[in-house]
Antibody
């Protein structure tokens, strides 16, 4: 059974940084692309960033370019999101999401989701 | 990277059919057959219901179906059941290693 467990969320002031982690199990982690998708309270889903199995291909939403960095450690079955220069509008539940394929070209669909970690940006 | 357009709400009585639209552009929905639909119950993570426009993952009931015409994709739920009440989101590949979601539709079973 695929399991994705996010951690690292919390309350942070605007302009500060936070690093999210996702520990994966139940599948061969380095066979699949991975993503972060967020959902602001009471709002819809927003794709944040994705990374191919071999880290060669990375995609990012315009809203986080230059501020967020996705990475992965296949030896540790882990996905990360480094979030810098946080803004109040980054407040959301951040989901770790498994791609159905290895590459991000194209991104087909997301077949497994974690339960999310909540990031609150507020002074 | 503009969000796809979905109606905020839809409703139907048990046993009826309801269709939810998802309108994009010639750069996303119209350009690729990588449209998927996700169901999200309150407090739960989303679950894929349809991928590649009209394919169902194993375990998804046959009463869920998808289609696409031009820049608009659609999700149809036939034979509505109480457990279908949820939020539904469409998404599409948008090229250049990007994905865009719709704003979501709250489906109410009357």
């Amino acid at each position: 059974e695929v399991q994705l467990v996010e951690s690292g969320g919390g309350l942070v002031q605007p302009g500060r940084s936070l690093r999210l982690s996702c520990e994966a199990s139940g599948f061969t982690f380095d066979d699949y692309g991975m993503h972060w998708v967020r959902q602001a309270p009471g709002k819809g889903l927003e794709w944040v960033s994705g990374i191919s199995w071999n880290t060669n291909t990375i995609g990012q939403a315009d809203s986080v370019k230059g501020r967020f960095t996705i990475s992965r450690d296949n030896a540790k079955n882990s996905l990360y999101l480094q979030m810098n220069s946080l803004r109040t509008e980054d407040t959301a539940l951040y989901y770790c999401v498994k791609d159905q394929g290895a590459w991000l070209a194209p991104i087909n669909y997301f077949d497994s989701w974690g339960q999310g970690t909540l990031v609150t940006v507020s002074s | 990277q503009s969000a796809l357009t979905q109606p905020p709400s839809a409703s139907g009585s048990p046993g009826q059919s309801v269709t939810i639209s998802c309108t994009g552009t010639s750069s996303d929905v119209g350009a690729y057959n990588y449209v998927s639909w996700y169901q999200q119950h309150p407090g739960k993570a989303p679950k894929v219901m349809i991928f590649e426009v009209n394919k169902r993952p194993s375990g998804v009931p046959h009463r869920f179906s998808g289609s696409k015409s031009g820049n608009t994709a659609s999700l149809t739920v036939s034979g509505l059941q109480a457990e279908d009440e949820a939020d539904y989101y469409c998404s599409s590949y948008a090229g250049s290693n990007n994905v865009v979601f719709g704003g979501g539709t709250k489906l109410t079973v009357l």
